[in-house]
């Protein structure tokens, strides 16, 4: 396993720009999860998907927030017409059972700060 | 509505120290509980799994223990060093439902 990769690692934008991170799983993982996690706070859980189906999401995803898995394997997320509180590191892991208690393996994280 | 707590937020203590990080839950039906190590601006990597129907787990010097009825979860470290040094967070699943976590304990281990 090359584990989870995450695509910026750092991003900085303005306020009202569109921004997407794109999130890697590992090889045959079938679920895939996005969290938030703002300083001093843990990960907030925003979504998820069982392969290509997004199965289930937070009221923290406001219709700003969009993510898709295509085909079940990277996934990407957007956020349009940032604001100063989207500014946080977002988080993606990926699980290989069905269960949502299996063990969850992180990746690197995108931080994103908006101007 | 589960909400995870860790006391303390903070902890310092010099190298060679046994310490333990407190974890409670107020909902005891869980699925397992897990305990993360996050060092600054960086991902979580998982330390221990513990299942509902298991006691603890030991993996190195870390040892977790899980008293479901109770709510509460204990990180053990044994002979600290300073590459200890990191936020330990704990999370718990209800098994069809996200991991909640805590707000992590800050831990420093001075040489």
């Known amino acids: 396993d090359t584990g989870v990769s995450q695509d910026p690692r750092h991003k900085i934008t303005k306020r009202g720009q569109n921004v997407t991170f794109r999130c890697d799983p590992i090889s045959e993982h079938n679920r895939l999860y996005w969290y938030r996690q703002t300083l001093g706070q843990g990960p907030e859980f925003l979504t998820y998907f069982q392969n290509e189906a997004q199965l289930e999401k937070s009221r923290l995803l406001s219709d700003r927030f969009s993510a898709e898995r295509p085909k079940g394997s990277f996934s990407t997320l957007e956020i349009q017409r940032t604001e100063q509180g989207d500014s946080a590191m977002y988080l993606c892991?990926?699980?290989?059972?069905?269960?949502?208690?299996?063990?969850?393996?992180f990746g690197p994280g995108t931080r994103l700060t908006v101007l | 509505k589960q909400e995870v707590t860790q006391i303390p937020a903070a902890l310092s203590v010099p190298e060679g120290e046994n310490l333990v990080l407190n974890c409670s839950f107020t909902d005891s039906a869980i699925y397992n509980l897990q305990w993360f190590r996050q060092d600054p601006g960086k991902g979580l990597t998982s330390l221990l799994l513990i299942q509902s129907s298991q006691r603890e787990q030991t993996s190195g010097r870390l040892n977790a223990s899980l008293d479901k009825s109770s709510g509460r979860s204990t990180l053990y470290i044994a002979a600290s060093q300073p590459g200890d040094s990191a936020t330990y967070l704990c999370?718990?699943?209800?098994?069809?439902?996200?991991?909640?976590f805590g707000k992590g304990t800050r831990l420093s281990v001075i040489a």
């Open positions: 892991a990926s699980s290989r059972l069905a269960g949502m208690g299996d063990t969850q393996y």
């Open positions: 999370a718990v699943s209800g098994g069809n439902t996200p991991l909640v």
